[in-house]
C-alpha cells in the first residue's frame, strides 16, 4: 500500500526562474564528464554543483570525498542566499509535459509528492531493472552530505478513468503554472501546486490499494531505502516518522495514451578480436541472421532505415539489428519464441519474452562469453539513446558493435516487476526524462 503526501518543495527563486533552463539539467547518470562541462558553463547556479554527474563512474574510480562536501555547501550557500526557496504550504506539484515522439504530438501528466518508504516487501513499490552497485554507492553518499533529494523517482500507476488526472486538473491552486519552461528540443513543462484537501485525499484513495512500478531511478530509489536504514540504525529506530523516512517521486499513468517509452540501445568496444567473421560464426549456432543493406550512407539515414526494418509489424520473433565494422555491416538478428523458451529455460516467461534479455542472455553472455560481471562494471558494453549516434560511433571506429533495440513494451514492464523479477539494465527509456531542478526535497536537520 504505497503511502503519498504532499510536501514543502524547493525550487528556484522567481526571480532565478527567468534563467530556469539554464539552470536545470538531466538526471545525473546521463550525465558525461564532457556534459557536466557545458552545465558548468551555462550558469553559476547550475543544478549540476549539486547533483554532480556521472563522470566517477565513467572514470571506474570513486569520486573524490572532497566533491560530496562541496556540494553540501554549496546548497547551503544557495539556500542562504535566497537562490532556492522553500514553499510555504505543502502540496503535490501537478507537471504537464508536451513533447514530441515516435511520430506523435503527447502531453504527459503526472505530479510530485513524497512516498513513504517501507522497504521492497511490502511490495507497494516493485522495481523492474537490476542495479548495479557504484551508483549506489555514490549517490548514498551525496545523499549523507546534502540531507537531500535533488531528483524524482520516477513511477507508474494504474487509473483507466482518468480520475486523479482530472483532480489535479481541476484542482491547480493557480490559473498559470509557477514554474515553466521549453527546452531546446521543445520539451514544454508546467508545474501547478495542487492542495486542495479533498482533491489530495481522493488521489491517495486511489493509489493505496495499488503497488507503483518504478519506471526509471532505480538506483536512487534502493539509495533512499539504504539512507534510511542508515540513519535509524545510528539514531536508535525512532517510533516516529523521520523525513527520511520519505522519497520524492513522480507518478504518471500507465492507461494514458501519453506514455512514451523509447529504447536503449547497447555498444560494444574493446572485445578482443570481433570482427564480422567471429561475430557471424559465434552467433549463427543460435539466431537467424538476415544481412541488411541500407541504400544512404549518413548514419542517421543508415539507422532510420535499420529501425524501421526492425519495427515490422506482423513478426513475433524476438528481434534486433546489429552493426558492425566501419563499412558498415547489418544484420536482423531474430530468434523464434519457441527456441528462446527452450534455451532460457531456467527463466521466467515474463524474461524470456523480452528482446534485451535475450539480447542479454543470449547473444552477449552465451554466445560471446560477456558475462554478468562484464556487464555489470560495463568491461565491453555501454548504453546510448540516439541510433544514429550508435551507428556513427561503430563507422568512426570508437565502438566495434552497435545493437539497436525495439522499444519495451509497459505491459512487458508491468508483467515483469508483478512476478518480482528483474530485468536487464537499462531495459526501457520513459521519454522525456524528468528534469533535475524544478522541484527539490529537504530533509537536512
Known amino acids: 500500500m504505497p503511502i503519498i503526501q504532499p510536501f514543502n518543495g524547493v525550487f528556484y527563486h522567481p526571480k532565478q526562474q527567468k534563467n530556469l533552463s539554464q539552470l536545470v539539467a538531466p538526471p545525473y547518470d546521463v550525465i558525461t564528464a564532457e556534459y557536466k562541462q557545458e552545465l558548468l558553463a551555462r550558469d553559476p547556479h547550475n543544478i549540476i554543483r549539486l547533483i554532480l554527474g556521472k563522470s566517477a563512474q565513467e572514470k571506474g574510480k570513486p569520486r573524490p570525498d572532497e566533491e560530496y562536501h562541496q556540494a553540501a555547501e554549496t546548497l547551503k550557500a544557495w539556500r542562504r542566499e535566497h537562490i532556492l526557496v522553500s514553499d510555504q504550504k505543502p502540496a503535490f506539484y501537478y507537471l504537464e509535459e508536451e513533447f514530441s515522439a515516435l511520430g506523435k504530438l503527447y502531453c504527459r501528466k503526472g505530479f510530485i509528492g513524497l512516498l513513504e518508504l517501507d522497504g521492497l516487501s511490502s511490495r507497494s513499490v516493485l522495481p523492474h531493472e537490476k542495479t548495479m552497485s557504484g551508483p549506489k554507492e555514490d549517490r548514498l ?41 521549453k527546452s531546446v528540443v521543445g520539451i514544454e513543462r508546467r508545474i501547478w501546486p495542487v492542495r486542495n484537501p479533498a482533491a489530495i485525499e481522493r488521489i491517495r484513495e486511489i493509489l493505496a490499494p495499488q503497488s507503483l512500478f518504478i519506471a526509471d531511478g532505480h538506483h536512487r530509489f534502493e539509495t533512499a531505502l539504504n539512507y534510511r536504514q542508515l540513519r535509524r540504525q545510528q539514531e536508535g529506530n525512532p517510533d516516529s516518522r523521520q523525513p527520511y523516512d520519505y522519497v520524492m517521486v513522480y507518478c ?84 523464434e519464441p519457441r527456441r528462446g523458451r527452450e534455451l532460457m529455460k531456467n527463466m521466467p516467461s515474463s524474461l524470456t519474452s523480452l528482446d534485451v534479455s535475450v539480447l542479454d542472455h543470449l547473444l552477449f553472455k552465451q554466445a560471446l562469453g560477456i558475462n554478468a560481471g562484464d556487464m555489470e562494471t560495463q568491461r565491453y558494453t555501454s548504453f546510448i539513446q540516439d541510433a544514429g549516434a550508435a551507428v556513427e560511433s561503430v563507422m568512426k571506429g570508437e565502438n566495434q558493435m552497435a545493437v539497436l533495440l525495439r522499444p519495451t513494451d509497459i505491459n512487458q514492464v508491468k508483467s515483469v516487476a508483478a512476478a518480482g523479477e528483474k530485468m536487464p539494465q537499462k531495459s526501457t527509456f520513459f521519454y522525456p526524462k524528468l528534469l533535475t531542478g524544478l522541484i527539490l526535497y529537504l530533509f537536512g536537520d
Open 252 to 335: 504518471t499513468n500507465t492507461s494514458s495514451t501519453d506514455l512514451a517509452i523509447l529504447p536503449t540501445h547497447r555498444l560494444v568496444s574493446a572485445y578482443p578480436g570481433l570482427n564480422r567473421k567471429m561475430f557471424t560464426e559465434k552467433v549463427e549456432e543460435i539466431f537467424q541472421l538476415s544481412p541488411v543493406h541500407p541504400s544512404a550512407q549518413a548514419p542517421k539515414s543508415i539507422a532510420n532505415h535499420l529501425l524501421r526494418v526492425l519495427n515490422l509489424k506482423g513478426e513475433e520473433n524476438n528481434r534486433f539489428v546489429v552493426v558492425i565494422g566501419n563499412k558498415p555491416d547489418c544484420f536482423l538478428v531474430s530468434l
Open 141 to 181: 553518499k551525496l545523499m549523507s552530505s546534502c540531507r537531500a533529494d535533488f531528483s524524482q523517482i520516477f513511477t507508474l500507476y494504474d487509473d483507466p478513468d482518468l480520475v486523479i488526472e482530472q483532480e489535479l486538473q481541476q484542482h491547480r491552486e493557480t490559473r498559470e503554472p509557477f514554474i515553466s519552461l
